[in-house]
């Protein structure tokens, strides 16, 4: 049979024994027949199930292609591999096609697009192995590009000359640590060649050794005219400071010293202030402690003078406004059930259920021309006296009108075209973002709130991909879309990758698309664009305040995205799980890197 222009397979039911349709079922067959109209494709076989695949002309002059309903109905629905590159004969041809154009040869069989094959590069050098993808990705001859052990060994001898430094060890390889003494008066460090070459020196010169930040500490003590009371043993490790305040001595690492000098009880941060202010604050109030004090988030029992029972509440809730709960009406179960109770009579409506508390739901009679409903306590208590349906009926157009007329306003300002006819606001409608991809279906309420082109959103989430492919490829540990808990503007700011070493967070990376740099009517327009400069500002600020390293790349620079990682990172070809320790700083690729 066929409906909506699909053929349905004999083995779907579609229409039930009673005549009519399976809804689940037809909602499915609904969704797809939308999005093939919305998409401009073409169903060539018949639906049999929503995981079994169709095949779909997608009008696009490459061969039709199988694709289940269900992947096909997503958000960013499965198109044709042809088109977005993703095909084995795609690989293949956009490879050969590479070679061609720089004119090197392939001097061994093409397997797939991951497999090494062996590369002329015509540049003098011996021939070398790349997979097809990284050649795609920019990657060339390794002793031009200076990835080789060779090139590597030459650049690292080279670079001692040029500094006038001395090799007092045997060098192994790129990774391996070597003994260099930098003449600069400090005893000889070890680094490894690759990060030498990085500009990595002496750790003395640059303020990272263990004795400088001893010396540091010391000093600092000094200059607040400080004494410290316990034996220093690293940057990390409590000691204990008298900070000559009239406080009892506090512990700090030395660390967290230098950042902040100052005693926890002069900060308010001391559990014996938190006690002291709690008890001034009730004294000031007029109220009594009836039990012992443990701690501020430990309960204890007031009473508030004011005729009802004394009540549990910790010290931090009382310190932050929070009093008696029969005074503040958000009340005992006893006074709620009261409240409820005297509501329902004086409406004349009757509950037909058991009361257990104010939020659990209740079943009420609102004596209207429409069945009893299920409604909790507090909501009756905060509501206009009206059964579900009456509610709805009394506001639906209005809300409908208010909701059009918003979402307007909205395609307006943001310089779109709304295409198809606005039902309700969890009714999809189609939009044309005028940013050269085709309209998109988006929900009312998401438009409202900030959804953009899914083909935009496709474009700026690339550079993700390629970067958490690198990642996994090289077995760094990483975490996508990281948190701080206190970097926060409009919700918490995230970073597109946190990458870890031995368990400490060593970087972050973010990717910028062109909405980063330049006003883009058809994501936002203005009001967008420096939401997003306020959010860059802040991230950029926090590392740069926290010391923590931060990567940033550019959209222009995606070609050169493994190629800035492995920089950045050190990445060496035969361990590639090493990382080298790099400094913090806020780094940003703009201009090419292979002029540099």
């Known amino acids: 049979m066929k409906y909506r222009e699909i053929a349905v397979d004999d083995c779907v039911k579609l229409i039930n024994a009673d005549g009519n349709y399976n809804k689940r079922i037809k909602d499915s067959i609904d969704k797809l027949a939308e999005c093939i109209e919305s998409r401009g494709h073409k169903l060539l076989s018949s639906y049999k199930g929503n995981k ?16 289940t309903p269900k992947d096909y109905k997503k958000k960013n629905g499965v198109g044709c591999d042809r088109c977005s590159g993703h095909s084995s004969e795609q690989a293949r041809e956009d490879f050969f ?37 990284a050649y795609k990705l920019g990657q060339e001859c390794v002793r031009c590009s200076g990835h080789s052990s060779e090139q590597a060994r030459e650049d690292f001898f080279k670079h001692l000359e040029d500094k006038g430094h001395e090799l007092l060890s045997e060098y192994i390889n790129n990774t391996e640590e070597v003994l260099i003494d930098f003449k600069c008066g400090h005893e000889p460090s070890k680094k490894t060649p690759k990060a030498y070459k990085l500009g990595q020196e002496c750790v003395r010169c640059s303020g990272h050794s263990s004795e400088q930040a001893r010396e540091d500490f010391f000093k600092h003590l000094e200059d607040k005219g400080h004494e410290l009371l316990s034996e220093y043993i690293n940057n990390t490790e409590e000691v204990l400071i ?46 009594e402690l009836l039990s012992d004090y443990v701690n501020n988030t430990h309960e204890v029992l007031i009473d508030f003078k004011c005729d009802h029972k004394p009540y549990m509440r910790t010290p931090k809730e009382y310190k932050s406004g929070r009093v008696c709960p029969r005074c503040g009406n958000n009340s005992d179960t006893k006074v709620a059930k009261e409240d409820f109770l005297a509501l329902l009579k004086s409406n ?34 905060s509501g206009n006296g009206l059964c579900k349906k009456c509610n709805l009926n ?15 306003e909205k395609v307006k300002k943001n310089n779109h075209k709304l295409l198809s006819k606005y039902i309700d606001t969890n009714t999809k409608v189609l ?16 438009y409202k709130n900030g959804q953009k082109c899914q083909q935009c959103n496709k474009v700026n989430s690339r550079g993700e991909i390629v970067i958490k492919g690198y990642l996994k490829k090289n077995k760094l540990r990483f ?15 995230r970073f597109d990758f946190a990458v870890y070493k031995d368990k400490e967070l060593y970087s972050l990376i973010e990717f910028d698309g062109r909405q980063h740099f330049t006003l883009v009517d058809h ?45 950045e990172f050190a990445i060496d070809s035969e361990k590639s799980s090493d990382v080298i320790s790099f400094y913090p700083k806020v780094g940003y690729y703009d201009s090419s890197l292979r002029n540099n």
């Open 97 to 133: 096609k590479r070679l061609e154009d720089k004119g090197h040869k392939l001097l061994s069989g093409y397997i797939n697009n991951t497999e090494e094959v062996l590369i002329d590069f015509k540049c003098g050098h011996k021939p070398s192995k790349k997979t097809p993808k």
């Open 394 to 408: 009394k506001d639906w157009y209005k809300q409908s009108e208010e909701s059009l007329k918003s979402l307007l």
């Open 52 to 67: 079994t695949a169709v095949l779909i002309d997608f009008k696009c002059g490459h061969e039709p292609r199988r694709v």
């Open 348 to 381: 004349g409506h009757r509950l037909l259920s058991k009361y257990i508390d104010n939020t659990t739901i209740v079943l009420i009679d609102f004596k209207c021309s429409h069945k009893p409903s299920t409604v909790t306590p507090k909501s009756y208590k």
């Open 523 to 567: 994501m936002g327009g203005e009001d967008y664009f420096k939401e997003i400069q306020m959010k860059d500002k802040l991230k950029n600020n926090y590392c740069l305040e926290n010391n923590i390293r931060l990567i940033r790349i550019k959209y222009t620079k995606f070609d050169e995205i493994e190629y800035i990682l492995e920089r």
């Open 479 to 493: 975490k996508p879309q990281f948190t701080f808990g206190d970097l926060v503007y409009k919700g918490k700011l």
């Open 242 to 287: 008298d900070f000559k305040c009239g406080h009892e001595p506090s512990k700090k690492t030395p660390k967290a010293y230098k950042v902040r000098q100052e005693c926890v009880r002069c900060s308010g941060h001391s559990p014996v202030q938190a006690k002291e202010d709690f008890i001034k604050m009730l004294v000031d109030n007029g109220h």
């Open 431 to 446: 939009i044309n973002f005028n940013c050269g991809h085709n309209p998109s279906w988006v929900y009312p309420h998401r």
